[in-house]
């Protein structure tokens, strides 16, 4: 099982940057599709980007679009959230996940997040 830990959050004002980091252990994440999501005020977390293992294709929120980028380092068993042009209502707590095809929805064990916090 993949074990994932998140991290690059932190605070910063709005306008800024930051890029988060997720490491795999436990297997390679070579043929998996990843994801970020984050915790959200719903029941479930909610999607940020995606990012196929195949293409690599990439897919994002309508929120986010066009501030952040997601990319992979597989050599390096990671997938990074580069975040541009924060606003004060991306503060919230980031994770990352495998995820399935087409939907994109998570599956698999969680890491414990990293804070990213906008201050206007």
């Known amino acids: 099982q993949v074990q994932l830990v998140e991290s690059g959050g932190g605070l910063v004002q709005a306008g800024g940057s930051l ?8 297997t390679t994440i070579d043929n998996y599709n990843m994801g970020w999501f984050r915790r959200g005020s719903g029941p479930e977390r909610e999607f940020v980007a995606a990012i196929d293992w195949k293409r690599p294709n990439t897919f994002y929120a309508d929120s ?15 997938v990074y959230l580069h975040m541009l042009r924060l606003i004060p209502e991306d503060t919230d707590v980031y994770y990352c996940a495998q995820v399935r095809d087409g ?18």
């Open 64 to 78: 986010v679009k066009g501030r952040f980028l997601i990319s992979r380092d597989n050599p390096k068993n990671a």
């Open 19 to 26: 890029r988060l980091s997720c490491v795999a252990s436990g």
């Open 103 to 120: 939907d994109h929805r998570p599956f698999g064990s969680w890491g414990q997040g990293t804070q990213v916090t906008v201050s206007s």
